[in-house]
Every structure is written in structure tokens, then in C-alpha cells.
């Protein structure tokens, strides 16, 4: 299993909602990453979770919180988001953080009303 | 800091046209190099990678060599199709200190005629 997995697909939210972005692997890697892409754009750095434990936070705003629960999954909790936060969000993993060859998820298309 | 610089695109080819998309990078120490593409609608792909001068990464008909007297990482391919169109983005990733930062160029769109 070489996939990283995403949820939702597609998310509509309201400024005053709370909602979470999920994501999953299977392949045993220990370093996970959240990233933010607008359109035209390359992906943008938001956090990295080294064996559980949060090693970057790229100055992301409090109304994004990353939680690495276990070893396979890592979320992100949207609170009282703009509508400038619309974007596709990227999880990707790889083996460790020193191991650059990183696998991506499909991403969520998150768009803030 | 690290850098990594990508020809503009959109670059639009016929179908069976040869292909180069310029990459060219700034960075300390040795970075590996990579090259990943994104099909519209879905996250990003690795295509190929390199991780020490004068390797050269290659997948699916596309190469690139890691050229470190120039700096840079071209990505070619021989004969494009319909199916290659897609944005592709030259990546590098350094490890000042033990902390493994990805830095991705611009991306290049890739549109193929048929």
C-alpha cells in the first residue's frame, strides 16, 4: 500500500464552522507533512509531525491546529476561517524526515464561505 | 536560503514533440532533487529524483541529470502525449542541521496537443 489518503474530497465551510481534514498511511512512515496550495501556485509548508511530534510550524495561524494522533493518521482542525484560506490542502508522508521522497494524497479542496 | 527556479510555462507541444522544462536551484550543502507532477484535480506525484551530482533520475520516458557545476535539473522527454499534460515542479530538499526543509519551484504547466 503506497497511498496516502485524504478526507474529505471536497469541504464547504462557513467562517464560523469547525471542521477537520483528515489524513492516512499505511506504509509506515514517520514523517508527516500539511500543506496548502492555491491555484497557480506550488505547495506551501504549513507544519511536519516527526514520529508523532510536531518538528515545523511554517507561522501558520491559530485557526489551523495539527494533531497527530498516531503514527498513521494526522488531521488538521479548521477554526473561523477567511475566505482568503480557500485552497487545496496536501497531506503528504515519507519515511522519516531525513528521507526526502515524500508520497502525496490526493489533497482537499477546502473552500471558506 | 534555498531556491529553486523553474521556467514559466504553460509550454505547449505537439503530441510526439520533444521536451525540456529548465530547472535550476540555490542551495547549501548537497540537496537531492526531485521532480514531481500534478494532473489537474489530484494531489502531486513523484516523476523522478536524483540525490547526488551527475545521478540521473528517470521514469515513464522522462529523464533529468543533477548537473552541480550548473545548478540545475532539466527535465526531458523524448516524445510527449495527450496524457502528459499536466504541471510539473522541479523540488529540491536540503539538510541544514537536520531539518529536512522541501523548497518547490513555481511549476511549469505542460499542455499537449494532439
Known amino acids: 500500500d503506497t497511498e496516502v489518503t485524504q478526507t474529505p474530497k471536497h469541504l464547504v465551510m462557513g467562517m464560523t464552522n469547525k471542521k477537520s481534514l483528515k489524513c492516512e498511511q499505511h506504509m509506515g512512515h514517520r514523517a508527516m507533512y500539511w500543506y496548502k496550495q492555491k491555484a497557480k501556485k506550488p505547495p506551501e509548508l504549513m507544519f511536519v509531525?516527526?514520529?508523532?511530534?510536531?518538528?515545523i510550524n511554517e507561522s501558520v495561524p491559530s485557526r489551523f491546529s495539527p494533531e497527530c494522533p498516531n503514527s498513521s493518521l494526522l488531521n488538521l482542525h479548521l477554526h473561523a476561517l477567511q475566505p482568503e484560506d480557500s485552497a487545496l490542502y496536501l497531506c503528504a508522508s515519507s519515511q522519516d524526515r531525513r528521507n526526502t521522497e515524500a508520497f502525496f494524497g490526493q489533497g482537499t479542496r477546502l473552500t471558506v464561505v | 536560503g534555498d531556491s529553486v527556479t523553474q521556467m514559466e510555462g504553460p509550454v505547449t507541444l505537439s503530441e510526439e514533440a520533444f521536451l525540456t522544462i529548465n530547472c535550476t536551484y540555490t542551495a547549501t550543502g548537497y540537496p537531492s532533487l526531485f521532480w514531481y507532477v500534478q494532473y489537474p484535480g489530484e494531489g502531486l506525484q513523484l516523476l523522478l529524483k536524483?540525490?547526488?551530482?551527475?545521478d540521473k533520475g528517470s521514469n515513464k520516458g522522462f529523464e533529468a541529470t543533477y548537473r552541480k557545476e550548473t545548478t540545475s535539473f532539466h527535465l526531458e522527454k523524448g516524445s510527449v502525449q495527450v496524457s502528459d499534460s499536466a504541471v510539473y515542479f522541479c523540488a529540491l530538499s536540503a539538510d541544514p542541521g537536520g531539518s529536512y526543509i522541501p523548497t518547490f519551484g513555481r511549476g511549469t504547466s505542460l499542455i499537449v496537443h494532439p
Open positions: 536524483a540525490t547526488k551530482a551527475d
Open positions: 509531525y516527526s514520529y508523532e511530534k510536531l518538528s
